[in-house]
């Protein structure tokens, strides 16, 4: 009896865990870095423009240096037609409803799959 209350218990946390993660994946339809270094894609699974970092200052924990490294996996996502897969840990967003902008949460990881 214990036993079957402590899976339910850990079946239940896991799936509270995995619903608050978000991976979205597709092509990037467009990349671009602005004036102040908000660098954004146009992905085909969003409502529009996302910013994932700031390649000249630290933006919620990533760092210039992890920014600059999804700058590159982004513009060969972009020429190659490659899928770009972003990972979201905590917000309870689907893929289509991600904020945009400058309202974006910070990505976990940015990584691109053939």
Known sequence: MMKSLLISCLLLLSAGT???????????NGVYVNQSGD????????????VLCNVNQSRFGTTVSACKSWQAQAMMALATKLTAEVFYAGPT??????????????????????
Do not use: E, H, R
């Open 18 to 28: 995995a619903v608050a993660d978000t991976m979205c994946a597709g092509k990037v």
């Open 39 to 50: 660098l954004a894609i146009n992905p085909d699974w969003g409502q529009g423009w996302i």
């Open 93 to 114: 967003y689907t893929c289509n409803q991600v904020p945009t902008s400058s309202n974006s949460p910070d990505p976990a990881f940015f990584l691109v799959t053939n």
